[in-house]
């Protein structure tokens, strides 16, 4: 064959021996040995452990009752009892452990957003009782007012 067909079928043969290389180093040791998966195909055995180590972020609703019973309480009997006590003071993670307290927004936003009234019937969040905030007792915070825990007055 002349050299100016062989340099190109050189240069096919070391990429694919370039690839299969690659793919032995960097494919882990554990991968497709059990088989297909009916959802992820192919998969990683070590990576069901690694995702049971995940660490979780949220707990719900349940976990805080042990130790915050009157906030709760007053949530659970309350318009409010829809939310999640996380949705407004964040991810619990491992707390009390780590970390030791929970945030505490006091702030307008927290409340506007959702309460802001939204004009178009667009979605399921027009539905939620609307206050206009530049018209709506702008001077204060809410919670001044409003017990977020029980916000009825
Ligand atoms: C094992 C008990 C325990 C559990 C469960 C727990 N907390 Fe706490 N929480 C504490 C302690 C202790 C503090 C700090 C003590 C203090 O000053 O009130 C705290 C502080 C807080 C604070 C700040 C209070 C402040 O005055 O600064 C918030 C907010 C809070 N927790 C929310 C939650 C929420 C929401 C959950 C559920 C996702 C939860 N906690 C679960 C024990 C707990
Ligand atoms: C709608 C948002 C919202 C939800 C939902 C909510 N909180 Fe709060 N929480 C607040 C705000 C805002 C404050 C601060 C109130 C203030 O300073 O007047 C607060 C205060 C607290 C405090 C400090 C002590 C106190 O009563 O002032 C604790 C503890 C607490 N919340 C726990 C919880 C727990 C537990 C849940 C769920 C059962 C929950 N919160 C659900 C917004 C919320
Ligand atoms: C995650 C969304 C969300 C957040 C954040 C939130 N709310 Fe609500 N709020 C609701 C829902 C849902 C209801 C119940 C609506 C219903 O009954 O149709 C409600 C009801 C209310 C009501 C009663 C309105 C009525 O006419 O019945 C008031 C007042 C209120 N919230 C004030 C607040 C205040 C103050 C804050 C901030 C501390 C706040 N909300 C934060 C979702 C939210
Ligand atoms: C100075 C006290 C005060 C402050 C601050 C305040 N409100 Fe109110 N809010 C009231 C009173 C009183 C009512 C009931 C009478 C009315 O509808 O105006 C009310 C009613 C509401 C309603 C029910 C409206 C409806 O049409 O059913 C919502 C929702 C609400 N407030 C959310 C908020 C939010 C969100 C904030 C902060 C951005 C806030 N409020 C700040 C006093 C206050």
């Given at each position: 064959?002349k050299?100016h067909?062989?340099?190109?079928l050189?240069l096919v043969i ?5 690839v299969?290389?690659a ?7 554990d ?5 297909r ?5 192919y998969?990683r055995?070590?990576s069901?452990?690694?995702w049971r ?6 707990q719900?609703r349940e976990?805080c009752?042990?130790?915050?019973g009157e906030e709760?309480?007053?949530?659970t009997?309350?318009?409010h009892?829809?939310?999640q006590?996380e949705n407004?003071?964040?991810?619990a993670r ?5 970390p030791e307290r ?6 307008r936003?927290?409340?506007?957003r959702?309460h ?7 979605s399921?969040?027009a539905e939620?009782p609307?206050?206009d905030?530049?018209?709506h007792?702008?001077e204060?915070?809410c919670v001044?007012c ?8």
């Amino acid at each position: 064959m002349k050299n100016h067909l062989l340099r190109p079928l050189f240069l096919v043969i070391s990429f694919v021996a370039l690839v299969l290389v690659a793919r032995y180093f960097a494919v882990p040791d554990d991968f497709g040995i059990n088989g297909r998966n009916f959802t992820y195909g192919y998969y990683r055995l070590s990576s069901i452990e690694d995702w049971r180590q995940f660490p979780v972020a949220y707990q719900g609703r349940e976990y805080c009752i042990e130790c915050h019973g009157e906030e709760a309480g007053a949530i659970t009997s309350s318009v409010h009892r829809v939310i999640q006590c996380e949705n407004c003071h964040g991810p619990a993670r491992k707390h009390p452990d780590d970390p030791e307290r929970l945030q505490i927004d006091r702030s307008r936003s927290l409340c506007q957003r959702c309460h802001s009234a939204l004009p178009y019937p667009s979605s399921q969040r027009a539905e939620l009782p609307g206050i206009d905030p530049s018209g709506h007792n702008p001077e204060a915070v809410c919670v001044d007012c409003h017990n977020p825990h029980n916000p009825v007055l």
